[in-house]
């Protein structure tokens, strides 16, 4: 091992004068100096500077991760992506390119609209199933893993893709890994985006409306279906407790889960 305060290697090499003078007066059977051919061969380490003190390896910042995780995204996926600073974890695609998958391979193409029903059923994208609740999502995912033809490409999201298409879209991919656990890192479905804008940014464009049926938008905050809203929360509230009441059940036991 090097230490920092060790005395250079030139220090142990004797100058080729000295070499000369040294040999006159000691036996010829003791070696006290390095031979010119000796000095030639160990001349490359002369030349080297002091070894430099190792610095400490950095942590990766959050800024770092989100550019691998972006050319990552950037390597595998075929289609055209959205940069954007909030959930770098997932893959954005455009309206627009959401628009050419609906008239290139609308076969291999499924759209899971995140919103709640009644903003559903105001206008929606041709295509487009209606999940809004994460037990509707694994009853989904089960009911894709055991069918023979699978989608290629899986989009989601909802009146923005701020809160509940990114929500989804992250329990999707967490199902998948909890499916395919042995064999990690496969993916039974690999190629899922998440659409930048939301149906809101959709339909806004008008090269992408023609591509909505009915051709409306019905916003999550419209006053004539407050009491709808008020509804549909209270009923994902009420799914979300049971599906955690039924982890409890299954990790305690239900004997230890009531009297806990």
């Not at 390095?34 to 490359?44: C, D, E, T």
């Not at 992506?81 to 974890?89: G, T, W």
């Amino acid at each position: 091992m090097i230490k920092d305060d060790a005395e250079p290697l030139s220090a142990y090499i004797f100058p080729l004068a000295s070499c000369r003078k040294l040999s006159s007066h000691t036996n010829n059977n003791m070696a006290v100096a390095i031979m010119p051919q000796q000095l030639h061969s160990l001349s490359p380490l002369i030349s080297l500077s002091p070894i430099p003190r190792m610095k400490p390896r950095m942590k990766p910042t959050t800024s770092s991760i989100v550019k691998n995780l972006e050319s990552l995204f950037d390597e595998q996926s075929s289609l055209p992506l959205v940069k954007r600073s909030s959930h770098p974890d997932l893959q954005r695609i455009a309206p627009q390119t959401l628009a050419t998958l609906l008239d290139e391979q609308s076969e291999n193409l499924f759209i899971i609209d995140a919103r709640y029903p009644f903003e559903y059923s105001g206008g929606h994208i041709r295509t487009a199933e209606n999940i809004f609740t994460e037990n509707d999502l694994r009853l989904f995912f089960m009911k894709l893993v055991r069918s023979s033809s699978r989608p290629s490409m899986i989009v989601f999201h909802c009146e923005f893709s701020s809160e509940r298409g990114p929500r989804l879209c992250r329990l999707f991919r967490s199902l998948d890994r909890q499916h395919n656990m042995a064999n990690y890192p496969y993916l039974s479905f690999p190629s899922i985006y998440l659409l930048d804008g939301g149906y809101a940014d959709f339909y806004n464009q008008p090269a992408c409306r023609q591509y909505c049926q009915p051709n409306g938008y019905i916003s999550m905050f419209e006053e004539e279906y407050s009491q709808e809203l008020k509804i549909y929360r209270h009923a994902k509230k009420v799914a979300k407790g049971q599906i955690f009441a039924k982890k409890l059940v299954e990790q305690q036991g239900p004997i230890q889960f009531c009297m806990s």
